[in-house]
């Protein structure tokens, strides 16, 4: 199975498709983390703004990380 992709106005047949990562290490603050799921599970609606962004945003990060 070929695949098309268009870059601009150009088409390009291939015949797959490969990704690549690197792994890094990052600190992740799991006290901070806890805290959060805590704070959205006690009341949602107050999660609207600053490290929730929005509601939407909040919502879908929660059912990510239930």
Avoid: I
Avoid at 10 to 20: D, F
Avoid at 30 to 54: G, L, N
């Amino acid at each position: 199975m070929k695949t098309a992709l268009k870059t601009g106005s150009t088409s390009r047949r291939v015949a797959c498709l490969r990704a690549r990562s690197t792994r890094f290490n990052v600190p992740f603050d799991m006290e901070r983390f806890a805290q959060w799921v805590d704070e959205y599970r006690r009341d949602p609606s107050k999660c609207k703004s600053k490290q929730w962004v929005d509601a939407g945003f909040a919502a879908d990060w929660y059912r990510g990380n239930p």
